[in-house]
């Protein structure tokens, strides 16, 4: 197994981190006070090619490899996590999703312009359907050439920025998950109504909104795939989309990790740096330790997915490692800056209340426990 990366790797990296640190830190704490969009900031990192990486160039995508996707999340989290799921959606979910199983039709009309400069959502989760997502109670009714949209979805991430939406929406309640379609919505369309933003601990910079859907005529064409395929399009997705919020998770470890690590060295205690005191030296030490077996995690699953092998029970692995190690990792950093960790100022409060969400998206830590116990049970 070769660990070093390519020199086409190290560029996308260090061109993420670049923009981290150039046009998403000024101003990160100021956005997550006020829970602001960061609305120019995505609009660049669509110039950039950050919103479609994995996407083929033929749909205006970068065409580049699952590791470089991570790399790239990892850089833009350690800064800002709200701008890195919205990222994150984009590219896992509704992109990948789109071309993975979407028509031509569709990706000429949607995947295009969301691979280049636009912002997708994917809706599954529901106010009883969160973790059960068998239980969708938004309603898709068959009307022949079109379907009749009727519910409500909860804790949408681009909820009021994105320009399309994927609906998953139950059809045909007798068949429960084999009765899930998945539907494509544009924003605008009539009885489609975006809700109340959601006042969250963390991310708060991301867009979460409730969405309402009142008789919403939706085109047989914006179906993605055949009768009853949206269940297994949702779970197939989420388990490519497990990658990216590891890596999210991985980020804004390591950026904490980092923040300590810097502040260690410069803050004096006793007469002498906090670095030179073993309790310290012992938290830096555990830090990075996980840090890297959630970093190793993270990239073995990504490289399986490149390589189109079996993924999905090292995506679960990956973040719930990962966003366990975030939790840890964050309350450490915030430990080792004592009183200034507990302010603003120093970012790593806000990067502590970032990570906990790490543990509940895109599939909570006990549901990726189910995840891995099922596959090793197979």
């Known amino acids: 197994m070769n660990f070093q990366l390519t020199e086409e790797h190290l560029s996308v990296q260090q061109a993420a ?32 090619g950050f919103l479609g990486m994995m996407v083929d160039p033929k749909y205006n995508g970068g065409g580049m490899d699952s590791l470089s996707y991570v790399l790239a999340i990892e850089e833009i989290s350690k800064i800002d996590a709200s701008a890195s799921v919205c990222m994150s959606v984009n590219n896992s979910l509704v992109c990948w999703g789109l071309e993975s199983f979407g028509n031509e039709e569709q990706k000429e009309k949607y995947l295009k312009p969301l691979a280049e400069k636009g912002i997708g959502a994917f809706c599954l989760s529901e106010p009883e359907a969160g973790s059960d997502a068998t239980s ?10 079109h379907y009749l949209l009727n519910g409500t979805k909860n804790w949408i991430t681009n909820g009021n920025s994105a320009s399309v939406y994927i609906v998953i929406a139950q059809t045909d309640p007798i068949k429960r998950h084999k009765g899930i379609n998945a539907l494509i919505i544009e924003k605008g369309m009539p009885g489609f109504v975006v809700g109340k933003k959601e006042d969250k601990m963390g991310i708060r910079g991301s867009d979460t909104h409730s969405l309402m859907f009142t008789d919403v005529k939706v085109p047989k064409a914006n179906r993605i795939g055949d009768e009853g395929f949206g269940f297994r399009f949702a779970m197939t997705t989420l388990n490519g989309g497990r990658i990216g919020i590891a890596a999210q998770a991985l980020g804004i470890s390591s950026g904490a990790y980092e923040l300590a690590l810097k502040y260690a060295k410069e803050r004096k205690a006793f007469g002498k740096p906090l670095s030179e005191h073993q309790a310290i030296q012992f938290k830096l030490a555990e830090m990075a330790t996980k840090i890297d077996a959630a970093r190793l995690l993270v990239h073995q699953a990504a490289w399986l997915k490149d390589q189109k092998k079996d993924f999905v029970k090292a995506a679960a692995m990956a973040k719930l490692y990962a966003s366990q190690t975030a939790q840890e990792v964050t309350t450490e950093a915030v430990q080792i800056h004592g009183g200034y960790g507990y302010v ?33 049970l197979k």
């Open 17 to 48: 981190r670049d923009f981290a640190r150039n046009e998403l830190l000024p101003g990160v704490i100021e956005r997550d006070t006020h829970q602001k969009f960061p609305a120019e900031q995505m609009l660049k990192m669509g110039e950039l």
């Open 136 to 145: 969708q109670r938004t309603m898709a009714e068959d009307k022949g050439d």
């Open 344 to 376: 603003k100022e120093f970012h790593v409060e806000r990067l502590m209340r970032d990570a906990k969400i790490t543990q509940i998206y895109e599939g909570t830590s006990e549901i990726q426990k189910m995840v891995i116990s099922r596959e090793l």
